[in-house]
T-cell receptor, first 111, second 117 residues
């Protein structure tokens, strides 16, 4: 079983729509959680950390459900520039910050 | 701000050739990582170095070696390249603090696209 599983999509949504991605993780000892964004042929970049109480950064909201072992990302008022692949990332710490990456969910925002 | 710098950006090798991918970071990070990214597989950890002077295997270490040359630099070597090693390679770093805290994100270089014929 993979450490982190995501729906690969693609999600094609119109501009202005709200879209949500979910991700599940297998290790209940996982300690920290992130969403990264990766544009085509570019490196992954940190979008936001995910905190236990949930957190918001502008149009982006991240939530963590430890009991069900899933993480979500909500994007409101989608922009064309939001088109990218979103990677769910989990840290099962073991002496270093060893991150496990989901395969990513591809989002295309359509004009 | 340079952040994490990888060289080269592109490389084509023949089967059996060797090469070293270079990575350097200027953020005073303790931990550095090498990943490969293949379609449908996500990022997979090859090797990591929690701190200067230490290296450890990740999920897919076979066929690779690493050297943590100093705090800034972490190189990845393919001794005898195989077509299965065709991939995009990313170097990353994290943790300006020691010991590392689990909530520290990683910062990535812009990748090396490696093709092995």
């Amino acid at each position: 079983r993979k450490e982190v599983e995501q729906d690969p999509g693609p999600f094609n949504v119109p501009e202005g729509a709200t879209v949500a991605f979910n991700c599940t993780y297998s290790n209940s000892a996982s300690q920290s959680f992130f969403w990264y964004r990766q544009d085509c042929r570019k490196e992954p970049k940190l979008l936001m950390s995910v905190y236990s109480s949930g957190n918001e950064d502008g149009r982006f909201t991240a939530q963590l459900n430890r009991a069900s072992q899933y993480i979500s990302l909500l994007i409101r008022d989608s922009k064309l520039s939001d088109s990218a692949t979103y990677l769910c990332v989990v840290n099962v710490a073991s002496g270093a910050n060893n991150l496990f990456f989901g395969t990513g969910t591809r989002l295309t925002v359509i004009p | 701000n340079a952040g994490v710098t990888q060289t080269p950006k592109f490389q084509v090798l023949k089967t059996g050739q060797s090469m070293t991918l270079q990575c350097a970071q200027d953020m005073n990070h303790n931990s550095m990582y090498w990943y490969r990214q293949d379609p449908g597989m996500g990022l997979r950890l090859i090797y990591y170095s929690a701190s200067e002077g230490t290296t450890d295997k990740g999920e897919v270490p076979n066929g690779y070696n690493v050297s943590r040359l100093n705090k800034r630099e972490f190189s990845l070597r393919l001794e005898s390249a195989a077509p299965s090693q065709t991939s995009v390679y990313f170097c990353a770093s994290s943790s300006p603090e020691w010991p590392p805290k689990p909530n520290q994100p990683q910062h990535f270089g812009d990748g090396t696209r490696l093709s092995i014929l």
